[in-house]
């Protein structure tokens, strides 16, 4: 680990932990905490000094609320999410695991961003459900990861597990599938070492999925869009 490496882990750890705790403010409004994501995940970016270049930015809804599905290969891929975002209305709360929660890192920020948890050991999910019902109640989306997980192979897509569709269905959701077309963890890393150099990560906006169509699977329906 260089110099630059520790300056800039001690950075991250440092304004993660700061945002977390404007974010703890109950009386912050949905447009309120949107802004408060959007102004971090800047902050972070341009620390590390990467571009974010939005594909067909046109497929993105003015405002409304979705189940955003997004792949994932990196711990900065919600706030690349959060850039591609920024210019519309779309607030949405993220599925986080429960190792995110308890992290001395990520645990503030996590827990006050505006999150569901989701504990993969819990063998009754009642709860989950409920909080997702919640928060589309409150005129909010649901930002998942379908992986379940990073992607850590070469594959350039997981296998994605049942729950997005079902939450889409349960809550009539319609989806907005994003891919990030980099591979935003070998980017990350090589800004960490050196970033001096300006670097582009880009994220594509797929076309609105209907929940309902039958005519083939999400993961099928989303490589499709993509070209995967």
Same mark, same amino acid.
């Given at each position: 680990?260089? $110099? ?6 001690? *950075?991250?750890? *440092?304004?993660t932990?700061l *945002?977390? $705790? ?9 447009e +309120?905490r949107?802004?408060i994501?959007?102004?971090?995940a800047?902050?972070m ?5 990467i571009?974010?270049i939005i594909?067909?930015? %046109?497929?993105?809804? !003015? +405002? ?7 792949n994932?290969?990196s711990?900065i ?6 850039? /591609?975002?920024?210019d519309?209305?779309i607030?949405g709360?993220?599925? &986080?695991?429960? #190792?995110?929660y308890?992290s001395?890192f ?6 006050? &961003?505006?999150?569901?948890?989701l504990d993969?050991?819990?063998k009754?999910?009642?709860?989950f459900? /409920?909080d997702?019902?919640?928060?589309? %109640?409150? #005129? ?13 192979s ?5 296998e994605?597990?049942?729950g !997005?569709?079902?939450?889409a ?10 891919y990030? +077309? ?8 090589d800004?960490?070492?050196n970033n ?7 994220i594509?906006i797929?076309a ?10 999400? #993961? #099928?329906?989303?490589?499709?869009q $993509?070209?995967?």
């Open positions: 680990m260089n $110099f630059n490496q520790i300056k800039l882990i001690l *950075y991250a750890g *440092y304004i932990n *945002y977390g $705790f404007r974010l703890k403010n109950r009386s912050l409004t949905n +309120d949107k802004k994501r959007v102004e971090f800047t902050k970016l341009n620390k590390l000094n571009n974010i594909e067909n930015p %046109k497929n993105i809804p !003015s +405002d409304g609320k979705y189940m955003l599905i997004s994932h290969r711990v891929d919600p706030i690349i999410v959060e850039i /591609a975002l920024q519309s209305d607030y709360v993220w599925v &986080a695991k429960k #190792e995110l308890n001395i990520f645990g503030s920020f996590t827990r006050n &961003a505006g999150t569901i948890l993969r050991e819990s009754q999910m009642g709860g459900f /409920a997702v019902k919640e928060a589309v %109640k409150e #005129e909010k989306s649901i930002f998942i990861f379908p992986e379940g997980t990073r992607n850590k070469d594959e350039v897509l997981g994605f597990k049942n !997005s569709k079902i939450i269905l349960k809550n009539r959701l319609k989806i907005l599938p994003v990030i +077309d980099s591979n935003a963890s070998q980017v990350m890393k800004a960490t070492k001096s150099i300006k670097r582009d990560i880009v594509k797929g609105i999925i209907d929940p309902k169509d039958k005519s083939m699977g999400l #993961e #099928e329906r989303y490589r499709e $993509f070209g995967l």
